[in-house]
C-alpha cells in the first residue's frame, strides 16, 4: 500500500455541552489536521493523488468551518463539537469528494489535533 499525508490548519470556537468544566464555556483552538489517503496503485503520474489536490479538497471542507462557532454549524447542533466529532465531520466530508471522484483512493484517517499535546482521530477499520 501506499500512503500519502497532508495537514492543514483551521481555527474555530465551540462549547462542550454535557460537560462540567472549562470546556463547557465558549472558548477557541487553533487546530491541526492530518489527512491520510491510501492506494494499491498509482496513478498515470505515479502518486497516489498530487499533494495540490489533496490539499484544495482539504482545504474547501476546512474552510466551512473556518473562523465559525463549531456549535452553529448543522452537523453540530446534533453532534458536541468535541476533537472526535470533528475528526469525523472532516472524514465524512472529505470522503464524499474522494468517493465521488477519485478511483482506487481510500481516506484512511484524519486527525484533528485540538493542541500541540493532544489530538483525536476518525479512521478506517478494515481488520
Known sequence: MYRVVINDKFSS????????GKCENLHGHN???EVYVISKVLNDSEMVIDFTELKKITKDILNQIDHFLLNDIDFFKSHNPTSENIAYYIF?????KIKDNLNNIIL???RVWETDQQYAEYFINES
Do not use: G, M, W
Request: proline content about 0%; charged content about 30%; overall charge positive.
Open 13 to 20: 470556537a465551540h462549547f462542550l455541552r454535557n460537560y462540567k
Open 92 to 96: 465524512s466530508k472529505i470522503n464524499e
Open 31 to 33: 487546530y491541526l489536521v
Open 108 to 110: 484512511e484517517k484524519v
